[in-house]
């Protein structure tokens, strides 16, 4: 499979920077402040593993005018330097009197008024990267200019994906998809569980991942417990439901789903509750088409693997995914979004198979105007055998 071309052409940064500044003459706004990784990424391009260390602070202004600005620390400014960004201005960090505040505040004093708004993301699943003490400097030095709600602005963007970002998911899927396959070779009963997710780790890289920084799964007799669990050493064992949930990345983007595998024969409770899941993620994805909700998506998978119509303690059958293993929106009953052609979603539905096990399946689609397309080789409903 051909992968790809690594990165985006400046033209995509600049489309994205001139739509996020229409928005903000809209909502009133004379810049954005970008302090976290997916949103310094989005606009400009930079990617690096460092933000790893949570050191340095990295700083990029989105002026409503113009092309964004970094402040960044002088580590970075080669890398940045082979963005499409133009103005670096850096200062050697971990600086312990001063780390970048002061010349974070040059900067946006030289491109906002003094009753600018300088949005800040603030809603869920976001935050503000820089230490407390540094944030009310900021605030106390830019006034009379205030810092405000970025009105949502950067997640609404980054809702719908271009087809560049789609086909960066796709090859990512492609890769789980290729070592999801070749499980049954080299993992069996009698593995330690700690073993099974190294090896599918270094399956993941030998298929052609950048990395692999989520990985979780579960092993138990006829279900397990949960998915969120680190691996113990307890070895598989005949009558296991093994699930492994990898969000491998390439090239900055995420695929994000599972598969389950039953070590031996599984039982007709095994079989039955994997092929409701199946048939829920069909479900969803056929009804997943423009005009659409994201409740109506929960609704339509609820009802295939919960027909009592309660809802499950995992909440959320699915969310958003890109340049982040999660992103918006959750597919939740009170979430009414309205799907869009480029959005990216997981379907994640779960089953109660009794004795406190559950199972889960995930999928990831696109939507497009004709209904939703499938980025991962949807899983048929019978298990998988190992």
Same mark, same amino acid.
């Given at each position: 499979m051909t992968s790809p071309i690594r990165g985006f052409p400046a033209s995509e940064f600049r489309g994205r920077t001139r739509a996020a500044q229409n928005l903000m003459v809209k909502h009133g706004l004379s810049?954005?402040? $970008? &302090? &976290?990784?997916?949103?310094i990424r989005y606009y400009t391009g930079f990617l690096t593993r460092f933000w790893e260390s949570p050191t340095r602070p990295w700083f990029v202004i989105v002026p409503v005018s113009g092309d964004p600005i970094a402040v960044i620390p002088s580590i970075g400014a080669h890398l940045m330097g082979q963005s499409w960004i133009t103005d670096i201005r850096t200062w050697a960090a971990p600086d312990y009197t001063d780390d970048g505040i002061g010349l974070l505040l040059e900067a946006l004093h030289e491109v906002t008024p003094k009753a600018g708004q300088i949005g800040i993301a603030d809603q869920m699943e976001s935050h503000v990267h820089m230490p407390l003490a540094d944030l009310r400097r900021l605030e106390t030095g830019l006034s009379p200019r205030r810092l405000v709600s970025d009105a949502a602005i950067t997640r609404q963007m980054r809702l719908v994906k271009s087809e560049a970002e789609i086909e960066k998911i796709r090859h990512a899927a492609a890769i789980a998809t290729r070592a999801f396959d070749r499980v049954p070779q080299g993992i069996g009963a009698g593995m330690p569980l700690s073993h099974v997710f190294r090896r599918f780790q270094m399956l993941c $890289?030998?298929? +052609?991942a950048d990395w692999v920084p989520y990985l979780a799964g579960a092993a138990d007799h006829s279900g397990y417990a949960d998915v969120i669990s680190p691996a113990t050493d307890a070895p598989l064992a005949q009558g296991d439901v093994l699930m492994l949930d990898t969000g491998l990345v390439w090239d900055g983007y995420f695929c994000d789903f599972d598969r389950n595998f039953s070590v031996g024969p599984p039982t007709e409770t095994v079989k039955t509750g994997h092929s409701r899941l199946v048939e829920a993620t069909q479900t969803a994805a056929e009804m997943a088409r423009p005009g659409a909700t994201i409740a109506d998506l929960f609704h339509a998978m609820n009802v295939v693997v919960n027909p009592s119509g309660t809802i499950m303690e995992a909440g959320r059958l699915g969310h958003g995914l890109g340049m982040q293993? &999660?992103?918006?929106?959750?597919?939740i009953p009170q979430d009414h979004t309205v799907l869009m052609a480029g959005m990216v979603l997981t379907l994640e539905p779960s089953v109660d198979v009794g004795a406190g096990k559950i199972l889960v399946h995930?999928?990831?689609?696109?939507?497009?105007?004709? +209904?939703?397309?499938? $980025?991962?080789?949807?899983?048929?409903?019978?298990?998988?055998v190992i």
């Amino acid at each position: 499979m051909t992968s790809p071309i690594r990165g985006f052409p400046a033209s995509e940064f600049r489309g994205r920077t001139r739509a996020a500044q229409n928005l903000m003459v809209k909502h009133g706004l004379s810049a954005l402040l $970008l &302090t &976290t990784e997916p949103e310094i990424r989005y606009y400009t391009g930079f990617l690096t593993r460092f933000w790893e260390s949570p050191t340095r602070p990295w700083f990029v202004i989105v002026p409503v005018s113009g092309d964004p600005i970094a402040v960044i620390p002088s580590i970075g400014a080669h890398l940045m330097g082979q963005s499409w960004i133009t103005d670096i201005r850096t200062w050697a960090a971990p600086d312990y009197t001063d780390d970048g505040i002061g010349l974070l505040l040059e900067a946006l004093h030289e491109v906002t008024p003094k009753a600018g708004q300088i949005g800040i993301a603030d809603q869920m699943e976001s935050h503000v990267h820089m230490p407390l003490a540094d944030l009310r400097r900021l605030e106390t030095g830019l006034s009379p200019r205030r810092l405000v709600s970025d009105a949502a602005i950067t997640r609404q963007m980054r809702l719908v994906k271009s087809e560049a970002e789609i086909e960066k998911i796709r090859h990512a899927a492609a890769i789980a998809t290729r070592a999801f396959d070749r499980v049954p070779q080299g993992i069996g009963a009698g593995m330690p569980l700690s073993h099974v997710f190294r090896r599918f780790q270094m399956l993941c $890289l030998e298929e +052609g991942a950048d990395w692999v920084p989520y990985l979780a799964g579960a092993a138990d007799h006829s279900g397990y417990a949960d998915v969120i669990s680190p691996a113990t050493d307890a070895p598989l064992a005949q009558g296991d439901v093994l699930m492994l949930d990898t969000g491998l990345v390439w090239d900055g983007y995420f695929c994000d789903f599972d598969r389950n595998f039953s070590v031996g024969p599984p039982t007709e409770t095994v079989k039955t509750g994997h092929s409701r899941l199946v048939e829920a993620t069909q479900t969803a994805a056929e009804m997943a088409r423009p005009g659409a909700t994201i409740a109506d998506l929960f609704h339509a998978m609820n009802v295939v693997v919960n027909p009592s119509g309660t809802i499950m303690e995992a909440g959320r059958l699915g969310h958003g995914l890109g340049m982040q293993l &999660t992103e918006w929106p959750s597919i939740i009953p009170q979430d009414h979004t309205v799907l869009m052609a480029g959005m990216v979603l997981t379907l994640e539905p779960s089953v109660d198979v009794g004795a406190g096990k559950i199972l889960v399946h995930e999928e990831n689609i696109v939507i497009r105007d004709s +209904g939703a397309e499938f $980025l991962s080789h949807p899983q048929s409903p019978d298990i998988r055998v190992i």
